[in-house]
């Protein structure tokens, strides 16, 4: 078993910055994976970013691409985002899961995680 605390969410402004943390606990078999994802109201679930954590490899969404950036400190048992420049359709509840198979699908959510944090809200708005 796994679990995830997701915390570093809140308001900012656009063109802002906030850092997302998500404390890890469990076994690291089930901790191949570690990815962010993101559910606007309305909207599908679906990945923001990835990291394949024994070799650091990562994956992002295009929308993301160059603004966010996924972390990991082993030795703490945390898994980070941070996101510059945010735009109000970043705007999303942010999720950090940890699974195995495989980390990056460009078509939702990958099947392999399966360990999941509460959410924590991001709102960007003027």
């Known amino acids: 078993q796994v679990q995830l605390v997701a915390s570093g969410g809140g308001s900012v402004q656009p063109g802002g910055s906030l850092r997302l943390s998500c404390a890890v606990s469990g076994y690291s078999y089930y901790r191949f994976c570690m990815g962010w994802f993101r559910q606007a109201p309305g909207k599908e679930r679906e990945g923001v970013t990835s990291?394949?954590?024994?070799?650091?490899?990562?994956n992002y969404a295009d929308s993301v691409k160059g603004r966010f950036t996924i972390s990991q400190d082993n030795a703490n048992n945390m898994l980070y985002l941070q996101m510059n420049s945010l735009k109000p359709e970043d705007t999303a509840m942010y999720y950090c899961?940890?699974?195995?198979?495989?980390?990056?699908?460009?078509?939702?959510?990958?099947?392999?995680?399966?360990?999941w944090g509460q959410g924590t809200q991001v709102t960007v708005s003027s």
């Open positions: 990291i394949r954590t024994a070799d650091g490899y990562t």
């Open positions: 899961a940890a699974g195995r198979g495989d980390c990056w699908s460009s078509r939702g959510v990958p099947a392999g995680y399966g360990f």
